[in-house]
């Protein structure tokens, strides 16, 4: 009998990890630079802000994010957001969505986003409100 509860934990702890499938951050990485233009709230919970910069591929980004923390954590909880890029003559737009924990006076952040050409990327950086500076890893999902 022992050995039979052995055997169902030790399945329950590492089924986790067989079926887990790792995300691909595929080929032509980049970094995105932004300055933070402007922030504010008007509820004290959720936070606006907006921020200008290059990333790569797509050239000059406008981003909007807004900050929420549904699950009153205090020191994390999600975003939504939207951006609107252009690069010579061509112009793109997506959707951000994700998560953030704040680390000191820094936020990680963690977002798939959606660019209106059919491209998801997988984004991962850190907002730096008392430096007015967001600086993300971005890769194509592959």
């Known amino acids: 009998m022992l050995k039979k509860i052995v055997l169902i934990l ?12 790792d995300l691909d951050y595929g080929e ?18 959720n936070y606006k802000i907006s921020a200008t910069g290059e990333a790569g591929p797509y050239g000059r980004v406008w981003l909007s994010y ?4 549904k699950l009153g954590l205090g020191d994390s909880g999600e975003f939504t957001g939207f951006a609107w ?3 010579g003559e061509q112009f793109a737009t997506a959707t951000l969505q994700g998560v ?16 209106s050409d059919g491209v ?14 967001m600086t993300f890893k971005v890769s194509q999902l592959k």
Do not use: W
């Open 10 to 21: 030790t399945a329950a702890l590492f089924m986790p990890f067989a079926v887990a499938q």
């Open 28 to 45: 032509g990485e980049f970094t995105a630079n932004f300055d933070i233009d402007s922030a504010h709230t008007t509820d004290g919970t």
């Open 66 to 69: 807004e900050f929420t923390d």
């Open 85 to 87: 890029t252009q690069n």
């Open 100 to 115: 953030y924990r704040r680390e000191g006076t820094v936020f990680k952040m963690y977002s798939l986003d959606m660019v």
């Open 120 to 133: 998801i990327n997988i984004v991962s950086g850190e907002a730096d409100f008392v430096a007015k500076t």
